[in-house]
């Protein structure tokens, strides 16, 4: 795929490029430049598109569990004699 870049420097992105890259008008894109000289265009994806990308693996936890876990360390802690 090409495109022509125009008197203002600008160019369109082709169709294909835009769907793989799930690109819309108004969307942002950055260009890395690499040491080798090839040029890289990535989406400029905001914070909350990476919500939940990374799936629990078990439950969430209660603060009463939470709790627990700290008194329970707060004592092993005393036990041992650890000192700050």
Do not use: C, W, Y
């Not at 294909?16 to 108004?26: M, N, Q, S």
């Not at 008194?71 to 036990?79: D, E, N, V």
Request: aromatic share 2%; charged share 25%; proline share 8%.
């Amino acid at each position: 795929m090409e495109s022509a870049i125009t008197a203002k420097g600008q160019a369109t992105i082709p169709k294909a490029i835009r769907d793989h890259l799930h690109l819309k008008p108004g969307d942002r894109v950055k260009f890395f430049v690499h040491p080798d000289g090839t040029v890289v265009l990535l989406p400029n994806l905001p914070i909350t598109s990476l919500r939940g990308i990374v799936k629990p693996r078990r439950r969430p936890v209660t603060i009463e569990e939470m709790d627990d876990a700290v008194a329970a360390g707060a004592s092993a802690g005393m036990l041992r004699g650890k000192r700050r």
